[in-house]
Protein backbone atom coordinates (compact mmCIF):
# COMPACT_ATOMS: atom_id res chain seq x y z
CA UNK A 1 0.00 0.00 0.00
CA UNK A 2 1.60 3.22 -0.58
CA UNK A 3 1.42 6.22 1.50
CA UNK A 4 1.19 9.84 0.84
CA UNK A 5 1.57 12.93 3.08
CA UNK A 6 -1.25 14.86 3.05
CA UNK A 7 -1.87 17.67 1.10
CA UNK A 8 -1.71 21.11 3.22
CA UNK A 9 -3.51 24.31 1.88
CA UNK A 10 -1.36 27.19 -0.10
CA UNK A 11 -0.59 30.43 1.81
CA UNK A 12 -1.78 33.78 0.31
CA UNK A 13 -1.14 37.19 1.42
CA UNK A 14 -4.64 36.65 2.78
CA UNK A 15 -4.38 33.63 4.85
CA UNK A 16 -0.56 33.64 5.92
CA UNK A 17 -1.26 35.55 9.11
CA UNK A 18 -3.81 32.18 10.21
CA UNK A 19 -1.32 29.72 8.56
CA UNK A 20 1.98 31.25 10.47
CA UNK A 21 -0.02 31.62 13.81
CA UNK A 22 -0.73 27.73 13.61
CA UNK A 23 2.87 26.92 13.13
CA UNK A 24 3.52 29.10 16.62
CA UNK A 25 0.99 26.93 18.16
CA UNK A 26 -1.70 29.50 18.43
CA UNK A 27 -4.78 30.49 17.09
CA UNK A 28 -5.63 33.86 15.17
CA UNK A 29 -8.33 35.46 13.02
CA UNK A 30 -9.99 38.22 11.89
CA UNK A 31 -11.36 40.88 13.75
CA UNK A 32 -13.70 43.48 12.61
CA UNK A 33 -14.28 47.10 14.93
CA UNK A 34 -16.71 47.90 12.34
CA UNK A 35 -19.23 44.84 12.98
CA UNK A 36 -17.58 44.39 16.45
CA UNK A 37 -17.41 40.51 15.43
CA UNK A 38 -14.39 37.60 14.30
CA UNK A 39 -14.47 36.63 11.07
CA UNK A 40 -13.08 33.34 9.41
CA UNK A 41 -12.35 32.63 6.88
CA UNK A 42 -9.60 35.09 5.80
CA UNK A 43 -10.83 37.86 3.90
CA UNK A 44 -9.78 41.09 2.76
CA UNK A 45 -12.99 43.24 3.67
CA UNK A 46 -15.40 42.60 6.92
CA UNK A 47 -18.08 40.76 4.87
CA UNK A 48 -21.29 42.62 6.87
CA UNK A 49 -20.11 45.98 6.85
CA UNK A 50 -17.50 45.86 3.54
CA UNK A 51 -15.04 47.85 5.65
CA UNK A 52 -11.21 47.19 5.46
CA UNK A 53 -10.87 46.95 9.34
CA UNK A 54 -10.01 43.49 10.09
CA UNK A 55 -7.06 43.03 12.00
CA UNK A 56 -5.31 39.58 13.21
CA UNK A 57 -6.65 38.79 16.71
CA UNK A 58 -5.33 35.49 19.03
CA UNK A 59 -8.26 33.63 19.99
CA UNK A 60 -8.50 30.60 22.57
CA UNK A 61 -9.35 28.08 20.09
CA UNK A 62 -11.56 26.37 22.53
CA UNK A 63 -15.20 25.71 21.42
CA UNK A 64 -17.90 23.35 21.10
CA UNK A 65 -18.95 20.67 18.50
CA UNK A 66 -21.37 21.89 16.33
CA UNK A 67 -21.50 18.75 14.03
CA UNK A 68 -19.18 15.81 12.81
CA UNK A 69 -18.89 12.88 10.38
CA UNK A 70 -16.98 10.15 10.27
CA UNK A 71 -15.41 8.85 7.28
CA UNK A 72 -15.11 5.05 7.68
CA UNK A 73 -13.08 5.19 3.58
CA UNK A 74 -10.41 7.01 2.76
CA UNK A 75 -11.48 10.44 1.15
CA UNK A 76 -8.53 10.03 -1.00
CA UNK A 77 -5.05 8.69 -1.69
CA UNK A 78 -3.79 10.87 0.85
CA UNK A 79 -5.76 9.39 4.08
CA UNK A 80 -5.56 5.90 3.36
CA UNK A 81 -3.94 5.85 6.75
CA UNK A 82 -6.83 8.13 8.37
CA UNK A 83 -9.55 6.00 8.45
CA UNK A 84 -11.85 6.80 10.52
CA UNK A 85 -11.01 10.38 9.64
CA UNK A 86 -12.94 12.37 12.16
CA UNK A 87 -14.04 15.32 10.25
CA UNK A 88 -15.94 17.85 12.02
CA UNK A 89 -17.76 21.90 12.26
CA UNK A 90 -17.04 23.61 15.77
CA UNK A 91 -18.29 26.70 16.73
CA UNK A 92 -15.10 28.64 18.51
CA UNK A 93 -16.05 30.52 22.16
CA UNK A 94 -15.24 34.00 19.71
CA UNK A 95 -18.36 32.77 17.63
CA UNK A 96 -16.84 32.10 14.11
CA UNK A 97 -17.75 28.32 12.84
CA UNK A 98 -14.67 26.38 11.06
CA UNK A 99 -13.79 22.83 10.11
CA UNK A 100 -11.47 20.83 11.67
CA UNK A 101 -10.34 16.97 12.22
CA UNK A 102 -10.95 15.55 15.59
CA UNK A 103 -8.28 14.25 17.31
CA UNK A 104 -6.87 12.03 20.49
CA UNK A 105 -11.04 11.14 20.40
CA UNK A 106 -13.01 7.92 20.04
CA UNK A 107 -15.82 7.81 17.23
CA UNK A 108 -18.17 6.19 19.97
CA UNK A 109 -17.12 9.30 22.33
CA UNK A 110 -18.09 11.73 19.89
CA UNK A 111 -21.20 14.21 20.99
CA UNK A 112 -22.52 17.24 19.59
CA UNK A 113 -22.10 19.83 22.19
CA UNK A 114 -18.83 18.46 23.56
CA UNK A 115 -16.31 20.82 24.39
CA UNK A 116 -13.05 21.05 22.28
CA UNK A 117 -9.27 22.57 22.07
CA UNK A 118 -7.16 22.70 19.66
CA UNK A 119 -4.19 20.34 19.21
CA UNK A 120 -1.23 21.51 17.05
CA UNK A 121 0.60 18.84 14.67
CA UNK A 122 4.39 20.15 13.54
Known amino acids: MTTFERPMPVKTPTTAPFWDALAEHKIRI ?11 YP ?3 APRTLADDLEWREISGLGTLYSYTVARRPVGPHFTDAVP ?3 AIVEW ?8 ELVNVAPE ?11 FCD
Open 30 to 40: QYSPSSDEYVF
Open 43 to 45: RVR
Open 85 to 87: LLT
Open 93 to 100: DEGPRFST
Open 109 to 119: DIHVGMRVRPV
